[in-house]
């Protein structure tokens, strides 16, 4: 029963990912939203990490551990985390709580789609080359990224995050972007948003513009490119 038994360095980076999810929380409670959406996008370099140390290390996981804390931390994260931050980001929207109908929706969408990835991870039936569902970590990257663009706008942003709840719950196929290269440039842009942005006012909000836009693109064009190859499957064959 000892914890040594079962954990691995992976877990510690997972627990990094837990830790600045309930950060991320704290701040949205103490009114700093623009640093809780800092703070989560942190969250996704860690949950981005632990499983490129769990390789590096070659890490065998005869328990199932680090999938329940990799899960555990991603409900914190990416369920609890990006649901506190709209609920508080549109409380003044004209709807009276139509803002905790979306938190809620984000945080049980995210739950579902955990508890999906890991059941078809241990029926060994999961595909390394695609995601079923949009993954979870998507939540934050999106919410963040538009928080932190100067561009927000509650509205839009409630249907964004409807739209990425019923998105992780489908069966749409997602590509997996592995390797650590695309971890780096990803953290590197992720990064560029904790900085100052005053610095230079002709800059200002780039990263996070960027950021947001790349990750509306992941979302909205594997769906649309779906259906355009069912269309063209399903269509007359002229020549």
């Known amino acids: 029963m000892n914890m040594k038994k079962y954990m691995g360095y992976a877990d510690l980076v997972s627990m990094g990912n837990a830790s600045f999810g309930f950060l991320s929380i704290i701040m949205v409670l103490n ?11 942190v969250a996704v370099i860690f949950d981005s990490l632990d499983g490129w140390v769990a390789r590096k290390t070659k890490r065998v996981d005869k328990f199932g551990f680090g999938e329940n804390i990799d899960s555990l931390s991603d409900v914190i994260s990416f369920g609890v985390a990006p649901g506190m931050l709209l ?4 409380a003044s929207f004209s709807i009276p709580y139509i803002n905790i109908v979306v938190a809620l929706l984000i945080l049980l969408c995210g ?3 955990l508890a999906r990835f890991n059941v078809i991870a241990d029926s060994g039936e999961g595909s390394d080359e695609n995601f ?11 919410l963040g990224s538009f928080y932190l663009s100067g561009i927000f706008r509650a509205d839009l942003a409630l249907v964004i995050m409807v ?4 998105l992780m719950v489908s069966t749409i196929s997602y590509p997996k972007f592995k390797g650590i290269k695309i971890v780096f440039a990803g953290s590197v842009l992720i990064i560029a948003t904790l900085l100052p942005q005053h610095i230079l006012a002709a800059v ?13 693109i992941y979302l909205l064009a594997v ?4 259906l355009y190859a069912k269309l063209r499957r399903s269509g007359p064959n002229v020549r």
Do not use: E
């Open 204 to 216: 200002a909000n780039i990263p996070a513009k960027l950021l947001f836009i790349t990750t509306l």
């Open 163 to 166: 739209v990425v709840s019923v």
């Open 132 to 142: 079923v569902g949009l993954p979870i970590p998507s939540t934050a990257l999106i």
């Open 31 to 41: 009114g700093y939203l623009a640093v809780a959406a800092q703070f989560m996008l």
């Open 223 to 226: 769906p649309f490119m779906g």
């Open 111 to 113: 739950i579902l789609r």
């Open 87 to 90: 609920y508080s980001a549109c």
